[in-house]
């Protein structure tokens, strides 16, 4: 029986195991949506995403086909919890994107997210014996 090999997931274009050594796995549930013109919200559908799973992404696209530009960086909530060792954090992205090629009107779209770092166990050095 061959040992199935994990996807390789990536941060910042390089693979996030070599970007953020210390976290073990990284836990994102997000959910899509828009509002219209009356200011009405349309979900778009809940996820989970996890580099053990290897679905992790560090920039989730924008879903809405127009949009130009767009997308959820992920990987730079990752960053900003990494260095102050966070395990968790919550929030609302709003898509940096534009809708049409002459009028620009910014995407409608939003991603409210919780993200949760697990980190590896840190070991503490021995001290040399005398």
């Known amino acids: 029986m061959t040992e199935k090999k994990r996807p390789k ?59 130009h530009g767009g997308g959820f960086e992920i990987e730079r909530i990752v960053d900003e919890m990494a260095q102050e060792r966070e395990e968790s954090r919550g929030g609302i992205f709003v898509c940096g994107g534009w809708i049409g090629d002459r009028d620009r009107v910014p995407c409608v779209n939003s991603l409210r997210y919780s993200v949760v770092l697990f980190y590896k166990l840190r070991t503490t050095p021995k001290a040399p014996l005398d």
């Open 9 to 67: 997931v990536w941060a910042f274009d390089r693979p996030l195991a070599k970007v953020f050594p210390e976290v073990k796995d990284v836990v994102v549930e997000y959910e899509v949506s828009s509002r219209d013109l009356a200011g009405a919200e349309t979900s778009h559908g809940r996820s989970t995403a996890s580099v053990l799973d290897g679905t992790f992404r560090g920039r989730i696209p924008c879903g809405h086909p127009e949009c």
